[in-house]
């Protein structure tokens, strides 16, 4: 094996505390490399989102939401957060973005609310990683878990549009005001939408309040059973499981 490394490399070790002897070629010529060049900087320059993103099959999509940076959230970002579950799934659980903890594991509704949302699905007979896929509608993190702001849910929108096109799910549950209006297109109230079957490219879709907002409004945990309950119902229509064939 040589031992010969390259200035990157050694520059990378020496970050991690290291000391190296210099290399012969050391000796002759000494190069210092700005440690700025081997970390991403960051705020490195922003980009425009993928393109193809209507193609992607999964593994290339988790890819592309990785690599993205079309938009600020990018910088502040620990993990990107894809999506979880069945990739065969009958639901979709569609909520809003990462909080702290997904930022940290990468992986959506892990936090309190998370919590919640498997006691429901729980309740369902269901769980997070069968028959169930869970994907939020930013796949970064606000900082301090602000609200989206409109052009970033429009840069991260194809990227849930391909999740529903690859997953065609018998039922979509949005969760909270911003699945819905990224979804629906609607600004109305979440009171005013649920109780009725809507529709997202053709799948069904239920509106209801976000597991965030239940934790602080427990009254209202009795509304969003009766949405999963018609969630449900929705799912087990015999035009939705001949349209679905699965
Ligand atoms: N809230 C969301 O909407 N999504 C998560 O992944 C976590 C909390």
Known sequence: ??????????????????RLF??????RQ??????ESVRPAADAALQPAATGIELMEWDALAQAVAQCRACELCNGRRNTVF????RQADWL????????????????????AGLLLDNMLKALGLNRRQKVYIANVLKCRPPGN??????????????LRRQVQLLQP???LAMGRFAVQALLQSNEPIGKLRGTVHRYNGVPLVVTYHPAYLLRNLADKAKAWADLCLAREALEQPANQAASGR
């Open 30 to 35: 000494v190069v210092s490399v700005p440690i």
């Open 170 to 172: 018998r039922i979509i």
């Open 146 to 159: 602000r609200n989206p702001e409109p052009q970033e849910v429009a840069q991260c929108a194809p990227f």
């Open 1 to 18: 094996m040589s031992l010969a490394l390259d200035e990157r490399r050694r520059a990378m070790l020496g970050e991690m505390g290291l």
């Open 22 to 27: 210099p290399s012969p070629s050391h000796r």
């Open 83 to 86: 999506g979880v579950g069945d």
């Open 93 to 112: 659980i569609v909520g809003e973005a990462p909080g702290e903890s997904e930022d940290l594991q990468g992986e959506p509704f892990v936090g309190q």
